[in-house]
């Protein structure tokens, strides 16, 4: 399978502070990697080298072939990404969301009139195709801002938390989204905090304290720790953090 994101002893330290610690990982087109860990445990440090935001201090990381030193604005054309807070403009609408961040990826004005339509079908949004963003509910607009994720066809999401504060039965219908998605071949790097959803991910990797202390598929972890959910594996990882 194809490689779409590698890193060796990726390091990011900050004055005296070693926020993320040598991690060594690979991650395939087309899969759900779940990258999990309490606050503090250097998670989001780790994105945000990986989305080209942020300079590692040492290692190597590569994101959809590229260098995460050396061509960030490359990497930043290739992915998408979504976090909890919902990356859309509120006093514009559904379908002006969905030019407006076709536009800035590049597309052509006729891939974007085209897709618009073509994902507003596929969501079911017709209708709420003109309605602006700030008068959706929740569950929508994190429909919406997953669509507006990948609407350029990145070779990799990444999601911070997409799913926090929202119902399970819209969780649930969110999770139907990533696996259409990772199915046409997006890789999916996916945070969260809820346990149950670390179920669905293909594997799923551990940070304590800066460092990755498990990374295996659910299963795996579940027989490693002789845990019966990924809950239990996470609380008895996660009761080993000094920085959280």
Request: glycine fraction near 10%.
């Amino acid at each position: 399978m194809d490689t779409v994101i590698a890193t060796e002893n990726l390091t990011k330290r900050f004055g005296n502070f070693t926020a993320v610690d040598r991690i060594s990982f690979e991650v395939s087109k087309g899969e759900i990697f779940g990258f999990l860990g309490a606050n503090g445990a250097g998670k989001t440090t780790a994105m945000r080298m990986l989305c080209g935001l942020l300079s590692p201090t040492s290692g190597k990381g590569f994101v959809a072939g590229f260098d995460i030193y050396k061509q960030s604005d490359n990497i930043k054309r290739n992915i998408g990404y979504m976090s909890q807070k919902f990356s859309l403009y509120e006093d514009l609408s559904v379908a002006e969301n969905m030019r407006l961040f076709g536009g800035i990826y590049g597309m052509s004005s006729k891939n974007i009139f085209s897709k618009t339509g073509e994902v507003l079908k596929e969501l079911e949004l017709n209708k709420e195709g003109n309605t602006l963003v700030k008068s959706l509910p929740l569950g929508i607009k994190q429909k919406v801002s997953f669509a507006v994720s990948i609407f350029h066809t990145p070779k990799i999401v990444f999601l911070d938390e997409p799913t926090g504060g929202v119902d399970p039965v819209a969780r649930r219908k969110f999770w139907e989204m990533i696996y259409q998605a990772a199915g046409k071949g997006i890789t999916v790097f996916v945070t969260t905090h809820y346990m149950d959803e670390a179920e669905y991910c293909n594997r799923v990797s551990i940070m304590v304290d800066g460092k990755i202390e498990a990374l295996d598929s659910p299963d795996n972890l579940k027989k490693t720790f002789h845990a019966e959910n990924m809950d239990d594996v996470f609380q008895s990882l996660a009761r080993k953090a000094k920085n959280s």
